[in-house]
């Protein structure tokens, strides 16, 4: 992208999120427009992430979290659920490359042992080939739901006050923040961008 087609050419660089977070909905619908089939849509929003992780680094932002399966994806049909599996794995096979060029570190929030056993170990091949990465992190969020992670952490927050380790006082938001499962990473920065189409 050049720099007069760049909308945040202008933006002072402070303001820019270390933080970007992006729900990748609307392949199914882009395809119908077209008249395509499901399954082309899936694969043009897989090419797109190289464009979207090829772009934070330039300007600055340091976590890029996709948000690409839920927990409501397992309502789909079951066959366009095996080609999302098959075409995360392709990704994860073919971009490791790209992902180790420009030293992006890889993971995944959700719950992940909820996968396909053959999924599991290919995010767990990534997630350890990137693990000195340090240029910026790619986080993947598969088999996720908010209530989920909201669940998730409150059941390790009670077990820790269970177990003496936390007490009542000790509980605000900052201290629940720390079980979420980006508790490790800087909060999604908010910007907002009118749509240069």
Not at 100 to 110: D, L, S
């Amino acid at each position: 992208m050049s720099e007069t087609n760049n909308p945040l050419a202008d933006v002072p660089a402070d303001r820019l999120p270390k933080h970007v977070a992006i729900i990748m909905d609307g392949n199914g619908r882009w395809a119908k427009e077209r008249g395509l089939p499901r399954r082309r849509g899936h694969q043009e929003g897989a090419k797109s992430v190289r464009a979207v992780v090829e772009a934070c680094q330039p300007l600055g932002i340091e976590y890029l979290t996709l948000y690409a399966f839920s927990t409501e994806n397992w309502k789909r049909p079951k066959r366009e659920i095996n080609f999302l599996m098959a075409l995360l794995q392709r990704y994860l096979a073919n971009e490791l490359s790209t992902l180790m060029e420009k030293n992006v570190r890889f993971r995944v929030i959700g719950r992940v042992d909820g996968l396909p056993a053959a999924v599991q170990k290919a995010i767990a091949q990534t997630v350890e080939a990137c693990a000195n990465n340090t240029a910026g992190t790619l986080c993947l969020a598969l088999n996720y739901g908010a209530r989920q992670e909201i669940t998730d952490a409150a059941k390790a927050m009670a077990q820790d006050v269970a177990a003496g380790r936390v007490s009542l006082d000790e509980i605000d938001e900052s201290a629940f923040a720390r079980y979420l499962y980006t508790a490790d990473m800087p909060d999604v920065g908010r910007f907002r961008m009118r749509s240069c189409m």
